[in-house]
């Protein structure tokens, strides 16, 4: 019984440090927002990103630039367009596994989203905090051309940019995320 007590222990402390699965909605009610708009995470985490609706990208950018990455080739990640059906029954997604625990940005490059505050960040810092990288976002407005001009997308082939392994856009099941209610049995 002792024994059991402390393998089980040893189990769940093993379970607490695992890596998790953060799952971002990408605008979700016809919205222009990623939900929840920040993570921490740490090495051998997933951000799990699944375009839900509208038209967005999530595209990597600076902290004092939140809304430009308009190099070519792009130097940061980004998932390229990922336009969803209204009556859409598998949603895009697209994943990045971290390998340190480095603080990122990402903005939504469709016309217009990025200074409405369409950003993310993952492990925002007390010195840079996810809402002055928004509010720099927001500010940007007078150089809305500059974050709509990159249209195409770099490969989503696995690759390592910036401490995060890429996976790239697959789809996955509507009913994945929607909870069990919305099963369709095959
Ligand atoms: C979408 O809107 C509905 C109704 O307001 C709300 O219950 C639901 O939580 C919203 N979903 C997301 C992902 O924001
Ligand atoms: C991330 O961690 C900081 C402390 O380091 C905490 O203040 C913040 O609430 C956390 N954010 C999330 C989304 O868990
Ligand atoms: C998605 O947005 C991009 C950039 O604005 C545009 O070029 C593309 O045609 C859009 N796709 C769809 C299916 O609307
Ligand atoms: C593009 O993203 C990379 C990676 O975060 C960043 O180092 C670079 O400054 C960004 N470029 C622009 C023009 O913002
Ligand atoms: C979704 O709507 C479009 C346009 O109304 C239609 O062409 C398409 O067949 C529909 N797809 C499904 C899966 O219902
Ligand atoms: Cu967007």
């Given at each position: 019984m002792r024994f059991s007590a402390a393998f089980f222990a040893v189990v769940c402390s093993a379970a607490a440090a695992a890596q998790q699965t953060y799952t971002i909605l990408v605008g979700?009610?016809?919205?222009?927002?990623?939900?929840?708009?920040y993570v921490n995470a740490t090495s051998g985490d997933k951000i799990a990103f699944q375009f839900v609706g509208g038209n967005h990208t999530v595209t990597q950018s600076a902290f004092n630039m939140?809304?430009?990455?308009?190099t070519s080739p792009m130097t940061g990640m980004d998932s390229g367009f990922q336009p969803v059906a209204t009556n859409a029954s598998m949603y895009p997604q697209y994943s990045l596994t971290m390998t340190n625990s480095n603080t990122m940005w990402f903005y939504c490059r469709q016309i217009g989203h990025c200074e409405k505050g369409m950003v993310f960040a993952i492990?925002?810092?007390?010195?840079?905090?996810f809402q002055a990288f928004q509010n720099t976002a927001k500010a940007s407005g007078s150089s809305l051309s500059s974050s709509a001009t990159m249209s195409g997308a770099m490969p989503v082939s696995a690759s390592t940019t910036n401490g995060a392994v890429l996976h790239g856009v697959s789809s996955a099941f509507v009913t994945l995320f929607l909870g069990a209610s919305l099963i369709i049995l095959a």
């Open positions: 979700s009610n016809g919205t222009a927002t990623f939900n929840p708009p939140p809304c430009e990455n308009n492990n925002p810092t007390e010195q840079m905090t």
